[in-house]
């Protein structure tokens, strides 16, 4: 008997008892572990920006009425022109101006030559500061997180999560999920800090609440 039998010969063994047609979903497993890490009454909003800005990422809090003036101001901060933009993202939030989008599909070489890329996103967790993708509606392929230098997301304060389980249960498992915390990063034996190795070099996000933010 080689490993392989081996272990097939053990898996069966603890299956013994097992029914034939039960399934995973049948048995309830109880999920008694802490499900947050936020504190009760805690504005999750706030420490979700706190959180991505603690990645080196760029973020901006807006209303509805004033996300294209955001996306604006975003793009001329770093200088980007020539945007990908996903199927599916709702051209009337695009500010008007000097700013080339150009629709996919985009071949790879065509996309990394582009100035970055805009997208929505399918979930938020706050506790990591973290943006989930999906592939969904105006967020595109996993390729326009990865290949452009630059990322702008705009996300919803209605999809940000407060803890990892909780955005999860938000997500279907079956979609391509990209969680994206911070902008691409590395570190060589040194411990030297390399932003843009595997992914865009800046990110910038931009949570849309109901009401316009405070000014400070």
Known sequence: MNSRQAILARIRSALTDVPAGELPTDVPVPRTYHRSHTEPGQDTVALFAERVADY?????RTDQAGLPAAIADALT??????????????????PS???????????VPAL???????????????VTGTVVLDAGPGQGRRALSLVPDYHLCVIRAEQIADDVPDALARLDPRNPLTFIS???????????????????????????TEEAPEAS
């Open 182 to 208: 911070g902008p691409s990063a590395t570190s060589d034996i040194e411990l030297e800090r390399v932003e843009g190795v595997h992914g865009p070099r800046t990110l910038h996000v931009i949570v849309v």
């Open 112 to 126: 990394n030559a582009l100035d970055g890329a805009i997208t929505l996103a399918a979930a938020g967790i706050a």
């Open 77 to 94: 901060a770093c200088g980007a022109r020539n945007l990908a933009l996903p199927d599916g993202f709702p051209v009337e939030l695009l």
């Open 97 to 107: 101006g000097d700013w080339q989008w150009h629709p996919e599909p985009l071949a």
């Open 56 to 60: 080196r990422a760029n973020v901006t």
